[in-house]
């Protein structure tokens, strides 16, 4: 159990969480939500008494142990599962006390204490965790010294997963996975049987993974059951009810107002006068919640509409040396319209591929056909790196609009949802948050036609990244998105690629499939690895069958999107006439006007209608060929 009671903390000066108060009773896994700078990880901080709070205290049962992920990822020479294996400093130290005890009731104990706690079993669960986090056996085996920081993270991350604390604390730990280990985790956290509190900004993660929601606003803690979804829904009806009931408090205190305003005066009604000043007093007035806005993206339309295919690859392979191609066999194309999300592991090489779209890189065989004139946009998470420190987000932008006056420059950052505050600070000072919209701004500048974002969503909070989903299916080009956030690719993407055994390739399934399919291959020690040649053979057939039924269903699906936009042309249409109907001026200043504009609204209600019919019928069509 954790408690948490009457807490205040100040950072810097600034004061973060007030008053708050909160109980988790044990084996709780609860998602700690809440804006970025709002103190979710410096809570973590005071329950680990790293740092101290102003006031109020931290309450958790004695012996319990709390576990979190080293912010310094290990660099030894010790292969990865010695340093999963020395996590567990119970298991370590009964081990080493077993070689030098000789009291038989002691030796008794030792060994009873390994069997509680699975000591025989150690290896097993600690390379299962590794596998689940995209280490294979060789990988294991290796120094974890000659990982990059990322894939170092990921150790950390498995040696805290294993040692198995009372009380696990998560902080943003899907931002070193890529989609497959954060499937894996999700399900990690979902089965463990211990307390959980996590910071995420996931919504996926949050909504399976989870069973409580712990909300840090406005320096309180609030605590809802059920996942993300839940307490969206709970917190609206919240704020609807309040919002009703600070109407109704002010309603009561204007009628008062008003009395004891119009009645002090007169004798008779003195007494009743000084009553309702004495309510007043009482009406302790009810707080609003304050509702901060998050800027929009912006993503800037292409001003001319290249011709499909954008991008054609023919027998094409890519990579690093000229003897060793990361990718090969690419026989692919892209159209205008396209929105593709890439799968697969880290390593396989989804940013290669993403590379070569973005002329970043160069084919080493095949070819690779481009439309004239296209625009490509690339964001890679790594490019915050490249950021000039010292220049202010004003300064980057001035780099390419070196003509342009100051207003122009500061309305091009605005767009990039920069607030005034922050246009003149050194890039170095910015939050992570922030210069990912920075670089992000930079990347699409120029209307691309083609957008390419490689894990856009590290340093961004919830509301951010559905901001980021509104700009993706506002934005009328191609995209291309690598990322570990479902329901970022959810919501914005129609296509899957599998990035794997070298190449890349069609994926006909949805996301759900393909979390089973992770999963599965999870718990079978590698996916087919365990298949019979039948099985194989069979999944292929339904893979080529899938395959088959989603080319001949093309033309109906591209005739349904046709009606959609026709339909959303349609209604903006009848939006504008109308504005222009509701002045009622236009009726005598121009009356033939008002007469044609009201001929031209029936004429597009009545197309709307058989559109939305055709689309009604078409989309009946395809859901009956799908479930045949």
Do not use: C
Request: overall charge negative; proline content about 4%; charged content about 30%.
């Amino acid at each position: 159990m954790l408690q948490i009671t009457d807490l205040t903390a100040r950072v810097a000066g600034r004061l973060l969480i007030e008053g708050a108060s909160l109980t988790l009773p044990a084996g709780t896994k609860a998602g700690l939500v809440g804006r970025n700078g709002a103190g979710k990880s410096t809570l973590f901080r005071i329950v680990t008494g790293e740092l101290a709070p102003e006031s109020g205290g931290v309450f958790v049962p004695k012996n319990t142990r709390i576990g979190q992920v080293a912010q310094e990822a290990p660099g030894s020479d010790d292969t990865l599962i010695e340093v999963v294996l020395q996590a567990d400093a119970e298991r370590l130290a009964l081990l080493a006390e077993a070689e030098t005890a000789t009291d038989p009731g002691r030796i008794a104990e030792i060994q009873l204490r390994l069997t509680d706690i699975d000591s025989h079993s150690a290896e097993a669960r600690a390379a299962a965790i590794l596998s689940g986090l995209g280490f294979d056996a060789a990988a294991q085996a290796r120094a974890v010294g000659s990982f990059s920081g990322g894939w170092r993270m990921r150790v950390a991350l498995a040696a805290v997963l294993f040692s198995r604390p009372d009380l696990l604390l998560l902080d943003e730990p899907t931002n070193y996975l890529d989609l497959e280990g954060t499937l894996w985790l999700e399900n990690f956290v979902a089965r463990y049987p211990y307390t959980v509190l996590l910071i995420s900004h996931d919504r996926d993660v949050l909504n399976n993974a989870v069973n409580a929601i712990v909300h840090l606003d406005q320096r309180k803690l609030v605590f809802y059951r059920g996942g993300y979804d839940g307490f969206e829904r709970q917190r609206a009806e919240k704020m609807e009810l309040l919002g009703k009931a600070i109407a109704k408090q002010q309603a009561e205190r204007a009628h008062m107002e008003a009395f004891v305003e119009r009645f002090r005066a007169k004798a008779t009604k003195a007494r009743q006068a000084q009553s309702r000043l004495k309510a007043l007093e009482r009406m302790r007035p009810l707080a609003a919640v304050v509702e901060e806005s998050v800027s929009p993206f912006s993503f800037e339309a292409p001003d001319k509409r290249a011709a499909s295919p954008i991008i054609r690859m023919e027998g094409v392979s890519v990579g690093y040396a000229a003897d060793r191609p990361i990718l090969s066999r690419l026989d692919l194309r892209i159209d205008t319209e396209d929105r593709i999300a890439l799968l697969g592991a880290n390593g396989n090489g989804k940013s290669t591929f993403a590379k070569l779209v973005a002329e970043r890189l160069g084919a080493q065989a095949g070819t690779v056909t481009r439309a004239p004139g296209l625009k490509v946009g690339f964001f890679a998470q790594h490019q915050i790196d490249d950021l000039r420190p010292a220049e202010s987000a004003v300064q980057h932008v001035r780099r390419l609009m070196p003509d342009a006056p100051e207003p122009k420059v500061r309305a091009r950052v605005a767009q990039m949802g920069l607030r005034t505050e922050k246009m003149d600070t050194a890039a170095d000072d910015l939050s992570g948050g922030e210069k990912a919209r920075l670089l992000m701004g930079l990347a699409t500048f120029g209307a691309p036609n083609l957008l390419i974002l490689d894990e856009p969503t590290n340093h961004l909070d919830i509301d951010s990244r559905e901001a980021l989903v509104h700009a993706l299916n506002d934005y009328p080009g191609a995209v291309i998105l690598i990322s570990h956030d479902r329901h970022l690719v959810e919501a914005t993407m129609d296509r899957l690629w599998i990035v794997g055994d070298g190449t890349v390739r069609r994926y006909d399934g949805d996301l759900e499939e393909y979390k089973q399919l992770v999963l599965a291959a999870y718990r079978g020690g590698g996916g087919d690895k365990g298949a019979t040649g039948d099985d194989r053979a069979s999944r292929a057939d339904q893979r080529r069958e899938a395959a088959q039924r989603r080319e001949a269903l093309a033309p109906l699906r591209k005739k349904i999107k046709d009606a959609e936009t026709k339909i959303a042309k349609l209604q903006g249409m009848i939006s504008g006439l109308d504005d222009k109907l509701a002045d009622g001026g236009l009726y005598t200043r121009d009356p033939a006007r008002a007469a044609s504009l009201a001929k031209e609204r029936s004429d597009a209600e009545r197309l709307l209608a058989e559109v939305e019919e055709s689309w009604l019928l078409m989309s009946a069509e395809h859901d009956e060929l799908v479930s045949a």
